[in-house]
């Protein structure tokens, strides 16, 4: 049984723990701050043997680490203006940690930029590192002793207490390709997890990205099971699948590593953000708390504040709003105004509260209010995007095991249940479907999708349109087959898409607008967008298969036309040229006979579709019944329809 909640909060309210906002859509903004702890090894530093001489295929495994962080900073500084971003070399000669240069407290660790929001003077070191080979080579000098892994997360835990102590997403991604930093000290693995250990109780977590080595895979079992937890399935606060460990690149040449670096931390980047934290009323008296996901959702350019560019440097604009009467110009004060309805040519006026009690339907949640088989939902009911609900303990202790009951019972039965949503307050509420999620797992017995419950919010009758009457043709089975090769031709490597690897081609063409201008930086001549068709590929895998498809098309639809004896919009005579339609005197096209019209209106008027008929059939009809012909269109359907009645 689920016991009663602590103090239910409301998405909006305003909570000291947590730094989150709501945007203007309603979606609670998670503020992330993300500390990278790059290793600065030896074998971290070795620039891997290559054929090509291009300097950017021989970047070690720390630069390119660097490079990756400094890409995911200029991505960030733009389309996430409020998270934090911070850098920390561990393994280097040269100590230094908040100001202070010696860095006698965490002795081999450099904090190269610290935990804060991102700005252009930021990117601009970080990119003079990593292209200036004078300057990294100073900075990126090993240490002869080895660094304690107890003392790099005591550091970490030092920097998110003092610069991020109340974000609700903090995370580390550990950069290494030592397995087993401590092997023959077990007082050192140990003080290591239990540093380890307070970063998860102070809600850190802890994000390894493994660097493989030619010849020498990375074992996490030998050191880093320890350090690094992996959540399991049923975590009640795993809304998306459990990420799998990241792919690094045998080769380890700088552009291969580079690029699986840049995949794995993409796949990492986005905190998980909850639409919502509701309560799920099961029953009378039974209440669980859930939280609900997005899984996919678009992203669009969003401005967070205006720019002077007028002076001499661009400045960000503070913006005030004032009313102002009209008439007089007179300055409007808040309290003065008041909303209002034309109703009934009047101007119906409300106060605030009473517009509130208009919009009210209760405190926000869910509630079953029954159940029906999962095949009594038609395919046609999904016209909005579903929700994935998932259990939470923050508000009802229980609320996992019990929710998980309901999950499992819906699958056995195969039902589904009917629920009342209401999604946030004064939220319009609409009638759901609650779809249970079966838990899929992949190879290695990794998570794809958890167990839980789809909402489909469930559709009105204005939603729904009823699709036009048309005749079924089904195509020759040698249509069918050479389609079917065409297809196959033009299949992604292992029948996969993942539209990850396609962003938004403008809203990155706006970030890199942006970003050229903050950083200084030439103007991109063209966007690079990734959506566009590879025609000459396409052209060379599946060109000739197309054209063999058409003419066969051609051929099918030449025997279907002498079947069913139709010809074409206009034929050729004897001579080969088209005819043309007669015309009458007076230069119009004869009209249908008054005997085909009426018969057509009859047909509509049986089928009660009198008012999708065009107004020349209407007209026609009117005219040989020796009815009025004036009028719109709606006066001629009621014209007919009572004419037709009263027969």
Request: with cysteine; aromatic share 8%; glycine share 6%.
């Amino acid at each position: 049984m689920a016991e009663e909640p602590n103090k239910y909060r409301r998405e909006g309210e305003e909570d000291d723990d947590d730094e989150e906002e709501i945007d203007e859509s309603g979606y609670k903004t998670v503020k992330d701050a993300v500390l990278f702890a790059i290793d600065v090894s030896k074998s971290m530093l070795e620039q891997p043997e290559a054929l090509d001489t291009k300097k950017a295929d021989r970047d070690s495994a720390t630069l390119a680490s660097l490079k990756c962080a400094y890409q995911l900073m200029q991505q960030r500084i733009i389309s996430n203006p409020k998270d934090m971003m911070g850098i920390l070399l561990f393994g280097t000669e040269q100590s230094k940690f908040q100001g202070d240069d010696n860095g006698l407290a965490y002795p081999h660790c450099y904090l190269l930029s610290n935990l804060d929001v991102p700005e252009a003077s930021d990117v601009k070191r970080l990119r003079s590192l990593v292209e200036d080979d004078e300057e990294s080579k100073k900075l990126l000098v090993p240490s002869e002793e080895p660094v304690s892994m107890a003392n790099v997360l005591f550091c970490a835990n030092q920097i998110f207490t003092t610069k991020a102590p109340n974000f609700s997403s903090r995370r580390l991604f550990l950069v290494t390709d030592d397995d087993n930093p401590h092997p023959r000290d077990k007082a050192l693995r140990s003080a290591a997890a239990v540093r380890a250990k307070d970063l998860y109780d102070l809600g850190v977590v802890i994000e390894l990205f493994p660097i493989s080595r030619p010849g020498y895979g990375f074992d996490r079992a030998t050191f880093y099971n320890d350090i690094v937890y992996r959540a399991a399935s049923s975590d009640p606060e795993a809304p998306t699948p459990i990420s799998t460990a990241a792919k690094t690149s045998s080769s380890s040449d700088g552009i291969s590593l580079l690029q699986s670096l840049l995949s794995s931390v993409n796949s990492k980047a986005a905190p998980k953000r909850a639409l919502f934290s509701l309560p799920f009323e099961i029953g009378p008296g039974l209440k669980v708390s859930v939280k609900g996901y997005i899984l996919v959702k678009r992203q669009e350019p969003a401005r967070s504040c205006y720019v002077w560019v007028g002076g001499e440097t661009p400045q960000i604009v503070a913006g005030s709003t004032t009313r102002m009467a009209e008439d007089t110009a007179r300055t409007v004060e808040k309290i003065e105004i008041r909303k209002a309805y034309k109703f009934g040519g009047e101007t119906v006026t409300f106060t605030p509260e009473e517009l509130s009690a208009l919009k009210s339907f209760g405190e926000p949640g869910i509630r079953i209010i029954g159940f029906k088989p999962l095949d009594a939902l038609p395919i046609w009911a999904t016209t909005r995007a579903p929700m994935f609900m998932y259990p939470s303990e923050t508000d009802y202790i229980g609320s996992t095991r019990v929710f998980s009951a309901l999950q499992q019972k819906l699958l056995k039965d195969k039902k589904m249940g009917l629920a009342w949503y209401v999604a946030r307050v004064n939220a319009t509420p609409v009638l759901a479907a609650l779809i249970p999620s079966e838990e899929k797992l992949g190879a290695d017995d990794e998570q794809v999708t958890p167990a839980g419950i789809w909402i489909q919010p469930l559709p009105f009758a204005d939603d729904i349109r009823q699709n036009p009457e048309t005749t079924l043709v089904r195509a020759p089975d040698s249509v069918v087959d050479l389609m079917r090769v065409v297809v196959q031709q033009l299949q992604l490597p292992k029948a996969t898409y993942d539209p990850k690897k396609y962003p938004n081609p403008s809203l990155q063409w706006h970030y890199r607008i942006l970003q050229a201008l903050a950083l200084e930086e030439e103007l991109p001549e063209k966007p690079d967008d990734k959506t566009i068709p590879k025609h000459r590929q396409i052209d060379k895998r599946a060109g000739q298969y197309v054209i063999e498809w058409g003419q066969e098309l051609e051929q099918q639809y030449q025997i279907w036309q002498k079947e069913h004896g139709r010809a074409g919009k206009r034929t050729a005579d004897a001579s080969g040229a088209p005819t043309k339609k007669a015309k009458t005197a007076s230069g119009a096209v004869p009209a249908a006979t008054s005997e085909s019209i009426t018969e057509t209106v009859k047909e509509a008027f049986e089928k009660n579709q009198v008012s999708k008929l065009t107004v020349s059939v209407l007209k026609g009809f009117c005219e040989a019944k020796s009815l009025s012909t004036n009028g719109k269109k709606l006066d001629f359907v009621e014209r007919v329809q009572e004419y037709l009645e009263s027969k």
